[in-house]
């Protein structure tokens, strides 16, 4: 299938569209025969999105982990602190998350796709191995600091594809960058929805045994498939002659998909053996897949094939090309910042720790609910069988916040307003959640009000920890340009992730839930967590005045952000 994708790419590229332009004349833009119209799909611009969709997908193992961590703590006798140090630790290495930007900027995407992906399937199988005992650990090497560097080859995996498949996406569609990197982000939230309720289709509610471990073959499965898949699709760099298209139809169609895969994610967490469940779960896998009937297919009506200007600024190009019959105008709207920061500038600017800050926080409260959650919901006297229907549900926030964050965010700046002031939005939502839970564990035990309130903060905050990341991606390019996208926004992506987690998804909830715990290796009551969320809710609040500081100090850069956007709109009409 991919040989005949690149062959029809090669052809398309090399032969018809200059025998079209030598028709109809160099500064032309033919409406191509009506058997082509279906068949000129395969550009560089749809290939990178999916490309960035499928192998994006992946970097969400790490939010199953609660699904299988009752099981490994059981198996090695694990206390909670050794536990919580196999999912947060790896985050430390974030503050290198820079370099794995210069390698895909230097040996391309495919290259960290396809190196990335064997880093996370490797590492999840042999994880898998150990926690079944298929491989027995040598006396010298104790299991938790084995676990631990074990899924420190899965980070880096992670951090290696991340690299790729959220930044190339966004030198394709310059103007609508922040569409396409929501799209691309949410479709992470997708790899927790749909391993966690096909694992409860296939095995049913995890118990803590070593069943529960079949969900890392199933992450391995996907890592594997959709890397490789992704690196035989995507372009071997950015063609700045080739892309110049940005099909906006096929991003509405793409966008309508995911809201139903996240509608669909919040429904399917019903009991395992019923039929609606079942049903749910089918659709759910068959709409992950339906992205690329979008975006090859050709259905949208997009029109790809267009003269190009060679000489324009992939950074300064307008959305569409417009179908004349006269050479299109170079356009002189900018969508970014006018200075192009390298790693080193951006870290002498306010605005850059400022946003740390920012996502430290909210990403930190993300993770550290994903890490914790069947000891939150343990602890707090629910019932198991809340896990996976909370891991879902922020799974489904997770995805929802990634893909529909745009809309505000996006409508804000075209009426001139500074995209940071949605951070704001973003932190108190994620206060918000933490103070759910809070009240949570003090609710009788097992009472209909307990159940809705946890439920109720799970999808709140994987609904704000969500929104952060393509938000990390936009603002990255939009503050500090993009010629330097690939490092500077891996620089914010891991250093957030890796401050956030260590943090306040370990160092904090370790220090409580021991004191509360007083050194039993499970802890039962409101003192285990609920100190932590509170401090985690205050942190918010800080974030969301840290967010309203960035929101002033770029107010000048994004009227002439939203000045551009109108001046594009008017040349094309």
């Not at 002033?552 to 008017?570: G, H």
């Amino acid at each position: 299938f991919w040989v005949c994708v690149r062959r029809s790419m090669e052809r398309d590229g090399k032969t018809v569209i200059p025998a079209l332009r030598q028709r109809y004349g160099p500064g032309s833009q033919p409406k191509p025969p009506a058997g082509m119209s279906r068949a000129v799909v395969a550009t560089p611009a749809r290939r990178v999105l999916f490309a960035g969709l499928y192998s994006g997908m992946t970097a969400g193992c790490f939010y199953g982990f609660g699904i299988y961590s009752p099981a490994l703590k059981k198996h090695f006798a694990l206390s909670q602190q050794q536990l919580m140090n196999i999912n947060t630790i790896p985050y430390a290495f974030g503050v290198f998350s820079f370099f794995w930007g210069m390698v895909t900027k230097k040996m391309g995407p495919t290259f960290s796709m396809w190196v990335g992906g064997t880093l996370l399937t490797t590492s999840q199988v042999f994880m898998y191995s150990l926690g079944t005992s298929w491989v027995e650990l040598p006396a010298y090497l104790p299991p938790p600091i084995t676990l631990v560097a074990t899924n420190c080859v899965t980070y880096w995996g992670m951090q290696l594809v991340s690299s790729a498949a959220f930044t190339a996406p966004i030198l394709h569609f310059p103007q609508y960058r922040g569409d396409v990197a929501s799209i691309v982000k949410s479709f992470v939230g997708v790899s927790g929805s749909v391993t966690t309720t096909l694992f409860v289709l296939i095995w049913g509610t995890p118990k803590g045994d070593q069943t529960a471990l079949n969900a890392l073959l199933l992450w391995a499965s996907i890592s594997a498939a959709m890397n490789f898949a992704a690196g035989a699709c995507v372009p071997r760099s950015y063609d700045a002659a080739s892309a110049r298209s940005e099909p906006r139809r096929m991003l509405t169609a793409l966008f309508w998909t995911l809201v139903m895969l996240g509608v669909l994610g919040i429904f399917s967490h019903g009991h395992a053996d019923s039929l609606v469940h079942n049903v749910v779960i089918s659709l759910l896998i068959i709409l992950s897949i339906a992205p690329v009937l979008v975006i090859f297919s050709g259905l949208t009506g997009d029109r790809d094939v267009c003269a190009i200007d060679v000489d324009q600024d992939p950074h300064t190009r307008p959305a569409t090309m417009s179908i004349a019959t006269t050479a299109p105008k170079k356009s002189t709207a900018i969508f970014e910042s006018p200075q192009q920061y390298s790693c080193t500038e951006v870290l002498g600017t306010l605005d850059a720790w400022l946003f740390v800050f920012v996502g430290v926080v909210v990403v930190g409260s993300g993770t550290f609910f994903a890490t914790n959650c069947a000891q939150i919901i343990s602890s707090s006297g629910a019932s198991t069988e809340l896990v996976p229907t909370t891991i879902t549900l922020f799974s489904s926030g997770n995805l929802l916040g990634r893909l529909l964050c745009n809309i505000p965010s996006d409508t804000m700046v075209r009426h001139g307003w500074p995209r940071p002031l949605f951070l704001v939005a973003l932190a108190a939502g994620a206060a918000v959640a933490q103070v759910a839970l809070l009240f949570a564990a003090r609710l009788p035990a097992e009472s209909e009000e307990q159940s809705m309130l946890l439920q109720f903060g799970a999808g709140l905050c994987g609904l704000a920890f969500g929104a952060i990341w393509p938000h990390f991606v936009v603002l990255s390019s939009e503050l500090f340009g993009s010629t330097h996208l690939s490092s500077n926004y891996m620089f914010f992506d891991g250093t957030a992730g890796a401050i956030g987690t260590l943090l306040l998804a370990n160092a904090l909830p370790s220090l409580i839930y021991q004191a509360a715990s007083k050194g039993s290796l499970d802890c039962d009551g409101p003192m285990c967590f609920g100190p932590t969320h509170a401090i985690i809710a205050g942190l918010c609040t800080a974030a969301a005045g840290a967010a309203g500081a960035m929101a002033v100090r770029s107010v000048a850069l994004y009227r002439q952000i939203s000045a551009a956007q109108r001046q594009s709109a008017q040349e094309l009409l």
